[in-house]
């Protein structure tokens, strides 16, 4: 077995323990056998993990630095999903055996990776709490992110849509997706498109403001029409989705305009919400300089076997193009 010229905890001290924010309601972070955090009054813990595998969420060969960005920013984009604001996240990482990483000393990896991560942390203003490190087959990323919801206020859930809601995205859908034949080819390139790749942008605050006024919402990491159908099962609704009213990187009529809807990395937040707060959510987006486009609404859905109350509705997700169905052939990222 082939022992790593730096130990673990000369690794923890070297890259992890100083560099990152500070955040006032953590008692003990890194250094002990956990973290100690002093809730805030009144309010509701948030926490999710997200997990990213060399060669299956990222490219193996890409630099330290830009995979750290990636993996860390796509695990804050789930506490924007659902209202948060962020406190802290614990990082596990598995380093794949041998002195060297995608072709450089482990040491140079890991600075370059620690970097990029402090960059990341220090841009959304997440704490490390700690983690853990060790050794095996494939580069493994695991964040775990935690942030706070006030507790007069609820937290955004996927299962609130009502029929009559409509559906807002934020931004524009595509750029990550069509941005990943670039990547595999040149895994540093990040430029263009491959900028939304690497450094998706987390939608705290659209998230935070979107409290009250949201009935459900989630981010876009497998693709607009998955991810609806997430919500619109979640609900219990049908929801109709306008092709022309979508924001994507690519025009209509582009021949890679169907894989801005369906290949994900997008990481924009999907919500929906009363027709009544129209007006509401395009101030806000203008008061956040963001792009928020409203396109479709949700439906009611009968139950196809009334006399069976364990059968849920069969909820779907229709795309429209100039009022006639349109189907893809893709629907959205697979894990497994």
């Not at 997200?50 to 060669?55: F, I, L, Y």
Request: with cysteine; glycine share 10%.
């Amino acid at each position: 077995m082939t022992r790593p010229s730096l130990g673990e905890f000369d690794l923890i001290n070297r890259c992890f323990r100083s560099g990152f924010p500070i955040s006032h309601d953590t008692l003990t972070g890194i250094g002990d056998d956990a973290s100690v955090v002093r809730p805030a009054v009144d309010h509701t813990l948030v926490q999710s993990l997200d997990t990213q595998v060399a060669d299956v969420h990222f490219p193996a060969q890409a630099p330290a630095d830009l995979i750290a960005q990636r993996a860390l920013r796509c695990a804050v984009s789930d506490l924007a999903a659902m209202g948060a604001t962020a406190q802290g996240f614990f990082l596990g990482l598995t380093l794949p055996k041998g002195e060297t990483i995608s072709g450089i000393t482990r040491i140079n990896w890991l600075d370059a990776f620690a970097s990029g991560l402090r960059d990341a942390a220090h841009q959304s203003g997440i704490a490390l709490l700690g983690g853990d490190t060790t050794s095996g087959q494939q580069l493994v990323i695991s964040c775990m992110v935690q942030g706070w919801v006030p507790g007069n206020e609820s937290a955004l859930l996927r299962s609130g849509a009502q029929p009559g809601d409509e559906v807002w995205v934020s931004g524009p859908i595509g750029r990550g997706a069509l941005a990943l034949p670039l990547v595999l080819k040149n895994p540093a390139y990040s430029q263009g498109f491959a900028q939304q790749y690497y450094f998706p942008e987390p939608r705290l605050q659209l998230g935070q403001a979107l409290r009250g006024i949201a009935t459900a919402a989630m981010d876009i990491s497998d693709g607009l029409i998955q991810d609806a159908g997430h919500i619109a099962r979640a609900s219990q609704v049908s929801i109709q989705l306008r092709g022309e009213a979508i924001p994507t990187a690519v025009g209509l009529g582009h021949p890679e305009w169907p894989t801005c809807l369906t290949g994900g990395d997008d990481y924009e937040l999907l919500f929906t919400a009363p027709a009544s707060r129209h007006s509401d959510i395009e101030a806000l987006a203008r008061r956040l300089s963001l792009t928020s486009s409203c396109i479709g609404v949700c439906l009611a859905v009968a139950d196809q076997n009334p006399e069976n109350t364990q059968s849920p509705p069969q909820n779907t997700v229709e795309l429209l193009l100039e009022d006639r169905p349109l189907s893809l052939i893709q629907t959205g990222f697979q894990h497994f």
